[in-house]
């Protein structure tokens, strides 16, 4: 995952050109970089979500171990405007939820196989620019 540095400094890169460059992508070539977009989240948000299910964390409680680990709703939504017309350059907006569960059991084990519920959740922003053909992160 990124850096907090690196991921604020890409998120106020990513607001300035969403204001001084509104407007929504049309064309066709602007809904094939829509398109890759989506497909880019999908593929994000499944490495993010299999990282964060190997950061559990178990703790010592009465009567037993409580797990605990970050994960990410399963719903999100995209948004891509056009940062720079000349440059084909983009800004893509992928909106989820950064949710926090947790479980508990006799042992570890019994803790880390669930069923886990849901203890917090969190609306998030991440922000990808569109290059050379290409999203990254």
Aim: proline share 3%.
């Amino acid at each position: 995952m990124l850096e907090k540095k690196r991921f604020f400094k890409l998120c106020l890169l990513g607001m300035l050109c969403i204001a001084v460059v509104p407007g929504t992508a049309l064309s066709s070539d602007n809904q094939v970089v829509e398109k890759r977009f989506e497909s880019f989240c999908k593929e994000w948000m499944q490495i993010v979500k299999n990282f964060a299910a190997k950061k559990m964390q178990y703790r010592k409680a009465d009567e037993g171990f409580i797990a605990e680990y970050d994960g990410f709703s399963d719903t999100y939504s995209t948004q891509v405007k056009i940062a720079d017309y000349e440059k084909k350059t983009y800004v893509g907006i992928l909106s989820y939820k950064e949710v926090k569960f947790k479980n508990h059991g006799k042992t570890p084990d019994a803790a880390k196989k669930g069923p886990f519920y849901i203890v917090s959740q969190s609306p998030v922003k991440a922000i990808f620019m569109y290059r050379n053909g290409q999203w990254q992160n």
